[in-house]
């Protein structure tokens, strides 16, 4: 019988070896550097096999307790370890045979479909009013940002099509599946287990913060588009105008101050004078559109961060990714904000000082909503007039001019609360879609499906993003979890609100950074996401501060942005405590080194904005230092 310490010590470093395995082949297989499918479905069922093993939860069981009553602090410490271990697996573990087949076939059908999804095509008509091939990302952005609406229309019909393609190429089997699956383990549907697995609730729990926030924020979706209406006529929320209207001009605007190949300068920056280290870790990072890629935007950890049984610093290795197209109106904004969302996943995910790699880790017993705060938090300071007039500025230097700010506030603002209910919409959508009967499940019921929660919740006949379009709904472990995203964002303007009670502001505040490893990071997973919350604001979750916000009128988001802007005019900052992230970024296109920070961060950038001028010579990035 192996001694507790000896179970302990084999799970760390058995679940490092299949978990990078894993990552490594999740990573090659997503970004389309290889085409081994087989060898990552083998990889994904071992991991899955590992962390839902009934043996080793016996066996973790079984080393608990044999601990002695009396500890001391080694013995504190390996129990800690094995009850984040018991956690992961109790979390995960997969009790019958029955289930354990189901999810082998699941691993199989949702691999089989992202392989057909990877040769799918999707074709709009651009800028230049020519047909491309495109991605998602280039799709939603010609939806707000081209001016010609045949060329928009072009764009909601390719999101269109994924629904359709989708249930016809296998995910109504793959619903079915779910369900089965979930029905195994004694769970009435797939979205019920999930919700459990994934934040400790009920789906009726959840529900009624849902609703609750349903009903604070109807009236300013239904004002926001009747004001639209009134302005622009009845055709303005037809889904392929609505995203174009509600952001007037303003991003086409705003692209000289937010260059593309600027992104990456301003991201290290900024989050290095926040205070935030990515303690050694390695980062790689692949920004650009490329074919068979995919799609969407998403942080893991091949290598989690934790201290080792001898007290040493293991370092984290961590891949992300965005879809940007550099020389597309609007590119820059959302490549900067992918930067900020998963550079804060990254700088979470490299900052648990626990000692496992099973607290340092995306997945349950983790909870999405309180992984996605730490991203969240991060992407929502580039929101900010202050952020802005410090870090946008054109290729002549100047500063983003105020009038802009307030434009882009008139134009967002309205729409707040539709925004936030474009989260709240999928969660609707997807607990009536595991509720139906298996003979309920075809192309036209679902299709009616969607088109009817987003009538209920945006209050429009069908969204600009049709909701089977969102590729989280393909992916089982990412399906029946998109309500983490609105329970992260109530936890974001918690936080913010917090440190601007604290300090009276957040933009380049270096006090940020170690605040976050402390209470939000360091932890892993081995609090609950109320106890982060608390440890910082003093508070438990609390919704109230996102509803305010999204309530605020024009006039008063802008009071508040004035005050922000004068604020930091005559601020003294304070100097940031390190002078890099502490990270070793590598910045790759597929299988090419486009630019890495050996030699220094400054270095890594010129080679970045290099590059992009060489590959895309017609963007209007510019070299301006600030």
Known sequence: MPSAREVFD???????????????????????????????VRAEESYKNFIADPARLALVRDALNGLPSSEGEATRTLRHGLDGWRALIECNVIETDLARQLMSDLIKLEADLFAKHRTHVLRHINEAGAWEDASLGTLGTNLATNRNEAARKSSYDGLMSIERWALENGLIEIVKKRNAFARAQGFANFFDYKVRKNECMSADQLFRILDDFEARTHDANARALRELEQKHGASAIKPWNLRFYKSGDVTRQLDPYLSFGQGLRRWVESFRKLGISYRGATLQLDLLERKGKFQNGFCHAPVPSFYDRNGAWVAGEINFTASAQPDQIGSGARAIATLFHEGGHAAHFSNVTQNSPCFSQEFPPTSMAYAETQSMFCDSLLEDADWLKRYAKNAAGESIPDELIHAKIEADQPFAAWNERGILVVPYFERALYQLADDELNTERLIALARESEQRILGVPSAPRPLLAI????????????????LANMAVYQTRAYFEREYGYLTDNPAIGPALAKHYWSPGNSISHDDTLKSLTGESFNAKYLADSCNQTVEQVWHDAQNKMSAAVTRAYPLPGASSLDAHIRIVHGAELIAENRESDEAMCEQFERWIKEHYPATRDDVTRH
Do not use: C, I
């Not at 070896?17 to 490594?24: N, P």
């Open 10 to 40: 084999t799970l760390n470093s058995d679940y490092l070896r299949v978990h990078k395995t894993k990552e490594d082949l999740f990573w090659a297989t997503y970004m389309a550097t290889s085409g081994d499918d087989a060898g990552f």
């Open 471 to 486: 590729p989280h709904l393909l992916n089982q472990e990412a399906a029946a979890s998109y309500h983490g995203y609105l």
